[in-house]
């Protein structure tokens, strides 16, 4: 049986499932491997080469193992990827109204006639609902009768340079890739039940450098999209942070002690944990730091009060038996502790 590649395009890591079909056509899992990837950042190819050489030792990995895949699903995501919603209504084709798959097949095609820009492709077309006559949130009108059949669909729009990059470096590894995959609808593909996406449901994927998000109601792909920040960007390094944050959020034992504008939040510092971590950056060469004090306490193990209580220098009773609410200070500039106010 055909051997087929999922080939996942991390911008830290690549992650690959080698599946094929039994005889009873059942699936069955060949191999599963997460390699460091190379080339990429945000999704996007910005060294070709390193690219190349980084999928061909995984390749290599995989013929090692007696496995060569010559067809590869993959996702892309990347710089400039976008959706929109389109609109498109045919007459129905046959003489006695009764709409086919031939109708459905022109009726995406029609969907698919939007003014793209010279480095756009479109990725897919997702249909949302369909309509016949008068009758609308229709799901499958095959079969159904009628004069006029319309569609409102989600069109994913991929950004033509990166695709062509991507398929150039596989064909070079002598790799046919059979079909590319907008990252946000990968992962609902594979972690989304048809109930979750029924009642309502947010799926938001977390990577290295980037962070997809499809949101589902009803059925329908709402909206789906790939941002360029990810959880490299998540740090308790002020130092860091005062480099390439415009707003700050501060967290300790999963609350939120501090929220503010970078040049606020040190400028004006209110709590006791932000004073720390700012007092433990490195100014200068030699100089004494100055490590906040404890450790942070595992999960289920929190003090009742205030979570901060058992490492704060400025802890009173009143810190220690009550959790202090979020708090704004000033424009834009809130904290977590009863002294902040005053």
Known sequence: MKSILGWDLGNQNFRLVLGTQTKDFKPQILAVLERPSGGLTKGAVVDYEEFVQAADRVLEELKSLGYSPKHIFINVAGPHSNIKVTKGMIGVSRADNEISEFDIEQLIQKCQEVNLTHNKTILHIIPR???????????????????????????VEGFLPNIKTISKAFNELKKKVETMVFTPLAGSRSSLSKKQQEVGVALVDLGAESTSLAVF???KLLTANSFPIGANHITHDLAIISEHAERVAVMYAGRIMELAPTDKLFKNTRHPYTIGLIKSMPEKKGISLKP???????PGSYPSGCKFSDRCELATGECRVKEPELVKIAEDHFARCVKALK
Request: hydrophobic share 40%; aromatic share 6%.
């Open 292 to 298: 906040i004090a404890g450790f942070i306490p595992s």
């Open 217 to 219: 109601e009803d059925g």
């Open 129 to 155: 609902e369909y309509a016949v006559d008068d009758l609308r949130g229709i799901k499958d009108p095959v079969g159904m009768h009628g004069i006029k059949l319309e569609l409102e669909s989600v069109l």
